[in-house]
């Protein structure tokens, strides 16, 4: 195990927390503890900023020049302002570090980087592009001599940290996850406990449930699982018919867990979905701690801090009085895009969220929308009724179009470098009300018991009844119309809606009354964070970008940003429950007060399930625990391992390589399926490499160099020359794969293409351009 390693990221982290929060101070000056757990997120832009601009010119200038702006930024601001608290920073360092040797400890258990169950191989290969390359943006390392068309902003961050510590790629894939997973955690904690303290209720019980929520917890299908298997058999199998579900995995018993299942949930099965067998029937809804397991260096797992961070920059805009003007407008406008833009470039599917974010906040605000714009041109907006309302939200909308605009701007040379053919289609096959439930429903539930509480503030004892029973009918009409989404999720958002623009109601008398909490507002910016998860969830089920894949990666993408806004939101709203839900009458008081505590109490214990049967299963699978995400190939793929580590010591820069194509998800040399594997592992670009290359760019492109790949390794001198020079190849490989798929090859009898090294069943051949243009 390399402890020392571990040691250098933590101290990396901890250090970057604290210059960041400096500057964070000024970003959240009404945060509690002024904004501290996203001291880390905000040095991470500044580097990033840098490093993306300047990087056009030279990648290690951009992130000194990072560095120098960060720390200059840091003097700047700390030369105005009180110091960062020290207490309040270990408390914050406590957080990360346990959410930090936690995530270690998962990955040094499985730390491979393979190509399967995932998309490690294409992180991994982007992360040793970029710590290839001298300038950006990187080379593909499938498609040589061409720009990557990925958003590759989250693999850049990693090759920033990996060149500050200094450490080997290998060992900074699985570094960074854990570094990723702890900037989640800690940014969930952070704010879920500003949240809270806003509305005067216990911050460290919000933060660790919410934190707990973001980290451990899965949906609820695992447990709803157990609970088939627990029950006979006679009575599962009909609880599992009555809602589709067909009795298979945990429902049969523990031995029979795997878990990938919780996270393939909704079915999905079009026509063309055959060649993406790991998914092969389902769409994809993962949820944090299924995604660390797994391993991935993915986007959506990499971009999950950031948009913590911009939520919080909303919250900072909601807390902020109208009559400071200014300082709202360079949130929404200054801070807000600069986040915006990393997201652009890191997660493309989260950058709209981030407007979106802004334009619910804006539009939910206690501020008005009209103080936002100058005083002289205020008077011809409306202020009340139905005009008053449609203007706040045209507003809203209006400083949601700005955000994206500048979000574009600091994300432009990205734009540049991307196609796409892919297009917005609608009204795909909605899910089931018990998919959503299975899903969404450990959420879903404290939202529901949270809007029924308020209701009671408003109204009387039988108004708030009728209420209740009013949603459970929308929800059975909802899924009997296939709307379960609309039934399910929507009367959650226009509740959450209402009580932010009402006044607070008055304790009521009865067997179920809330009790007011005093205040000008019901509620607060949990109900953003609530109403911005919603919004998502509808909008899945009736648009969706049109893939090979179905709706696969639109729900995929979208699920895990609901995931981390109701995260946030789930734990303030479960300590009001707790402790400021108190019914007026004694005769319901205690019942109210522990029928809470128990709901709390199986919420948080159902859904544990999944960690304390995935975790054991997990521990079972190194034998010696470490973080080389390349360690496994002495055993797997021994005929390979040495050539590959030759390639990556020996070979610098990023000249142009050919390899086996296509190459798809497994790595099966007996069937001629390279995986990409010696440019995935090392960074180098192959002329052809995993056939993802025909959805970044298109089939016919990329069937024209696999062709050209087998020419080039068994076709006539004069194509092969011709070949071999239209691509610069400079070295071409031949292993297991390239030996079943082209058998005996010719290339290696020309003139300028000599053997350079030989190990293991690997010929790697040098290929000298002079010669080959002299012959």
Known sequence: MEYGLVVIWLAL??????????????????????????????????????????????????????????????????????????????????????????????????????????????????????????????????????????????????????????????????????GFYATLVTGVYGLAGAVAAARDVPRRLAA????????????????????????????????????????????????EFYFWDASRVIKDDPADFATYTPARGYSVNEFPLFAWLNGDLHAHMMSTGFLVLAAALCFSYYQTPAEERRRR???????????????????????????????????????????????????????????????????????????????????????????????????????????????????????????????????????????????????????LVDLAAIGLVLPLLVGAWLFARSPTGQPTEGPLPALADGGERSVGFETVLLVAGAGLVILVEFVFIKENVGRMNTVFKTYMQVWVLWAAAVGPILAWLLTRWRPDSERTRSLVKNGTTVFVVVLVCSTSVYAAIALPNHVGRADEPTLDGRAYLDDSHPAEAEAIRWMDREIDGRPNIVTAAPAGYYWDPEEGQGASAPSSLTGIPTVAGWYHEKQYRNASVYNDRVDDVDTIYRGSGAQQRALLQKYDVKYVYYGPAEQARYGVITVSQLEGVSEIHRSGEVVIYRVDQTALAES
């Open 208 to 255: 660790a449930l919410s934190a707990f929520f973001v980290g451990i917890a899965s949906n609820l299908t695992t447990p709803a699982r157990t609970i088939l298997w627990l029950l006979p058999d006679g009575v599962a199998n009909g609880l599992a018919g009555a809602v589709g579900y067909e009795i298979s995995g945990l429902a049969n018993g523990p031995d």
């Open 13 to 178: 982290y901890l250090l970057l927390t604290y210059v960041g929060a400096t500057i964070a101070s000024a970003l959240f000056p009404r945060f509690a503890e002024r904004g501290i757990a996203f001291g880390l997120p905000v040095a991470l832009v500044v580097l990033w900023l840098s490093t993306y601009f300047v990087g056009r010119v030279s990648i290690t200038a951009g992130i000194w020049l990072g560095v120098v702006a960060l720390v200059a930024g840091a003097i700047a601001v700390a030369y105005r302002r009180e110091p960062v608290d020290l207490r309040s920073f270990g408390e914050v360092a406590a957080v990360f570090t346990v959410a930090f040797l936690f995530l270690v400890w998962v990955r040094a258990l499985d730390p491979a980087i393979s190509p399967l169950a995932g998309e490690k191989f294409l992180d991994f290969g982007l992360v040793q592009s970029l710590l290839r390359a001298d300038t950006l943006p990187p080379e593909d390392m499938w498609f040589a001599g061409e720009p990557v068309a990925y958003y590759y902003g989250g693999h850049l961050l990693t090759a920033i940290l990996t060149k500050l510590t200094g450490t080997a790629g290998q060992y900074a894939y699985n570094l960074a996850l854990a």
């Open 329 to 479: 407008l360079a949130l929404l406008f200054g801070a807000l895009p600069a986040v915006a833009g990393l997201m652009a470039v890191t997660n493309t599917w989260s950058f709209p969220s981030i407007a979106g974010l802004a334009m619910v906040t804006v539009a939910m605000a206690p501020a008005s929308p009209r103080s936002l714009v100058p005083t002289s041109l205020r008077d011809p907006i409306p202020r009340e009724g139905a005009a008053g309302e449609g203007s706040r939200i045209g507003l809203a909308v209006a400083v949601a179009v700005g955000v994206v605009g500048l979000g574009l701007l600091w994300s432009l040379p990205f734009w540049f470098g991307v196609g796409s053919g892919r297009e917005v289609t609608y009204l795909p096959d909605r899910s089931s009300i018990a998919e959503l439930i299975g899903i969404h429903g450990l959420f879903l539930a404290p939202f529901a018991l949270y809007l029924y509480a308020q209701v009671g503030r408003s109204l009387d004892t039988r108004q708030t009844r009728y209420v209740g029973l009013g949603f459970l009918a929308t929800v059975a009409v909802g899924a």
